[in-house]
Each structure stands twice: as C-alpha cells, then as structure tokens.
C-alpha cells in the first residue's frame, strides 16, 4: 500500500498536495485522470475518490441512481444492466466506460468544469480536466483508490 501511494506521489510534478488520514490530497490548475485498467475489479461498490466537493463512487445499480449536486455515480466492475424479477443481468465496465462518463457528467455539473483533451479522451480513455474559472482543482483520493494521474501546465 505504501508503495502505490508513493507511485501516486512520484506521478504528480510540481503540483501542490498532502497526505493525511490515510488520503492523497492534490491541489491543481490541470489534472489528468486515468483509470487503473489492471485494478478494474477493485471499483466495488461505494468506492469513491472527491474533485472539488463532487464526490464520485461506484454503484452496481448506477443506472437506475440519478446523480445529486454533490454526487456522480459511475459504475462498478460488475453492474446491473437489467433485472428481471429476481435474475439481474450483469455487464463490466472498462476505463473507457469510466473516463467518457466522468467527463460527460462533471461537463454538466455547474459548467464548472471543461474537458481540455476530447480527442486522447477517445483514443486512450486519459481524461484531463479543468475549471472554468480558472480556480484549483483539489482532488481527495482515499488510500484504497486507485487511479492514474498526472498534472499538466
């Protein structure tokens, strides 16, 4: 565990951030989102990470949850995607899946937030965003989290 977070450190280059209570705490102009293709089945239910004071997490059953103000839920590994009385039928989700739905929803929530990079969005599902009024985006990402990241000028 201590050697992913420090690779999660490594990764990020001259861009302010802290850990405590066992979460990365990132404070950037720009930020580069990649999720984790080999830890996929580790997008469990309730699992979360936090930009700005939207928190993102994992719902098998995302589909039928409709996103608040200070939530956006994506899919976990396994999701539902029908459910005949008792019998639910199952899909996997990929980082592509997750990158282009962050990104459609985080474009709709208060304008706030502008996708920079729509053609590598589609080509290798790396999703780097920033604000619209030019303030910092603080990323939480607790210690059980796995994503990708990188800071871009």
Request: proline fraction near 3%.
């Amino acid at each position: 565990m201590k050697r992913k977070l420090l690779l999660k450190v490594l990764l990020l280059i001259s861009c302010q951030s802290a850990i405590e209570n066992n979460e990365l705490i990132i404070e950037s102009p720009i930020v580069e989102i990649r999720f984790d293709h080999f830890r996929l089945n580790e997008y469990t239910e309730k699992k979360y990470f936090q930009i700005d004071d939207i928190i993102i997490t994992h719902s098998e059953n995302y589909l039928s949850k409709n996103s608040q103000n200070d939530t956006i839920y994506l899919p976990s590994f396994n999701y539902v995607v029908a459910q005949t009385g008792e019998k639910e039928y199952l899909e996997k989700t990929n980082t592509f899946e997750l990158s282009h739905l962050l990104a459609k929803k985080l474009s709709k929530k208060k304008e706030l937030y502008m996708v920079v990079n729509p053609k590598e969005l589609d080509a290798r599902g790396n999703l780097i965003i920033k604000r619209t009024d030019k303030k910092k985006i603080k990323l939480i990402i607790p210690n059980d989290y796995s994503l990708i990241l990188g800071q871009k000028k």
